[in-house]
T-cell receptor
Framework: GIQVEQSPPDLILQEGANSTLRCNFS?????LQWFHQNPWGQLINLFY???GTKQNGRLSATTVATERYSLLYISSSQTTDSGVYFC????????FGKGTRLHILP | DAMVIQNPRYQVTQFGKPVTLSCSQT?????MYWYQQKSSQAPKLLFH???????NEADTPDNFQSRRPNTSFCFLDIRSPGLGDAAMYLC??????????????FGPGTRLTVL
């Protein structure tokens, strides 16, 4: 089956810093989503992005399907950005990466 | 606002005592999913309903069952919870009507404790 790898596994940044999270996948996928899991456990939709680039405020994402990766950019980090960021891909089934744990220091 | 609702948010049960978790949605989506997420791990798909069709993942234990009485509601039944079933249970929905079939929307989750 498809392998999904996220990097880095952990990231600690000072408030105001920018960050790039990466999601690599081993085969063609029908779609890709980025989620933020907050400290209370809820998965918040960030982007549905099977290809191309999208932006939403301080966050943007780019998926290059032909090269099998997606990037999530967070600019001007805030403490509320802390949590775990997951990418999930779908071929014949839905597969989550192991996530990137982001901690933003005040 | 359209949403996915899970009740209860926290559930405590005893070893071996059946428990039911519920999920409802106001999105009118035809696909509903149940995931199990253990601490510091990614969500793991247990099963999903595509309309009324039940689709079980191959590695989902028989201890886990599901019911979907109508479009809006879906239940997760754990027949005999073990200590290893303590986890966050996440419900999600998606629609096959819009061409964006696979965009999933998650509820807040139910955190299950087994004593």
């Amino acid at each position: 089956g498809i392998q999904v790898e996220q990097s880095p596994p952990d990231l600690i940044l000072q408030e105001g810093a920018n960050s790039t999270l990466r999601c690599n996948f081993s085969d063609s996928v029908n779609n890709l989503q980025w989620f933020h899991q907050n400290p209370w456990g809820q998965l918040i939709n960030l982007f549905y992005i099977p290809s191309g680039t999208k932006q939403n405020g301080r966050l943007s994402a780019t998926t290059v399907a032909t090269e099998r990766y997606s990037l999530l950019y967070i600019s001007s980090s805030q403490t509320t950005d802390s949590g775990v960021y997951f990418c999930a891909v779908r071929d014949d089934k839905i597969i989550f990466g192991k996530g990137t744990r982001l901690h933003i220091l005040p | 606002d359209a949403m996915v609702i899970q009740n209860p948010r926290y559930q405590v049960t005893q070893f071996g005592k059946p428990v039911t978790l519920s999920c409802s949605q106001t999105l009118n989506h035809n696909v509903m999913y149940w995931y199990q997420q253990k601490s510091s791990q990614a969500p793991k798909l247990l099963f999903h309903y595509y309309d009324k069709d039940f689709n079980n993942e191959a590695d989902t234990p028989d201890n886990f069952q599901s019911r979907r009485p109508n479009t809006s509601f879906c239940f997760l039944d754990i027949r005999s919870p073990g200590l290893g079933d303590a986890a966050m249970y996440l419900c999600a929905t998606s629609s096959s009507a819009s061409g964006r079939y696979n965009e999933q929307f998650f509820g807040p989750g139910t955190r299950l404790t087994v004593l």
